[in-house]
């Protein structure tokens, strides 16, 4: 689940061209109840329905993308999807936005477990410090590390349990400058493989 309105996530996927996203209209305001998902739009379905399919099968569905992507029946279809899709066997895994605004507005509500991301810069740190505060987060992954002190700072500043930590690769911006999925540029770069090495740890959670 792609909540992150700039573009991005699809590529990282492996998808190519445009996006899957909820059509207009599967929401309606209702006097006094406020935006309701209309009836027999159950979330099994609209997944099944719209979401794409990625090379490594991944169902892939975005909020949209700006601008003119999100407008509110879009917006409250997909949270409905976001906070009520349960099938065995599945996991439901949500990108939010850079920064806490999503956040703070309970985007991040549905998961069990919330990773905050963050690098050794003082702007990451600061906005991770602050979801904290918020009572956002489970765990704290830690970004584009590239020495010890990195990491280390990184943890001194964020109060949270490391879960795991990225390496910076370069081999992710080649990936991004050609549109492809960095798994398929370089699939035993560091940094792909702690990110497997993180997913591995996410299902042991959800276990």
């Known amino acids: 689940m792609d909540i992150d309105t700039m573009a991005g996530l699809a590529l990282s996927l492996g998808l190519e061209g445009e996006g899957a996203r909820l059509p207009a209209g599967l929401a309606e305001r209702i006097e006094g109840k406020g935006w309701q998902v209309k009836s027999g739009s159950q979330p099994s379905r609209l997944v099944d329905r719209y979401a794409r399919i990625g ?3 991944v169902g892939f569905l975005e909020l949209g993308k700006l601008p003119g992507h999100v407008e509110p029946t879009v917006s409250v279809a997909f949270r409905y999807v976001l906070e009520g899709f349960r099938r065995p066997g ?4 949500a990108d939010l936005a850079a920064g806490t605004r999503q956040p703070m507005f309970g985007w ?3 998961a069990r477990t919330v990773l905050v991301v963050a690098d050794a810069s003082s702007k990451s740190t600061l906005t991770a410090r602050r979801l904290v505060k918020a009572g956002v987060g489970t765990h704290l992954v830690a970004n584009k590390v590239q020495s010890p002190a990195d990491l280390q700072a990184i943890q001194d500043a964020v109060p949270l349990p490391l879960l795991a930590w990225i390496p910076f690769d370069s081999g992710f911006a080649d990936a991004e400058a050609h549109g492809r999925a960095a798994i398929d540029t370089d699939p035993r770069g560091p940094a792909v493989c702690a990110v497997g ?3 591995t740890r996410l299902l042991e959670l959800a276990a």
């Open 55 to 57: 090379p490594d099968g």
């Open 108 to 110: 991040a509500r549905f």
């Open 197 to 199: 090495k993180l997913a």
């Open 90 to 93: 599945w996991s439901v895994v």
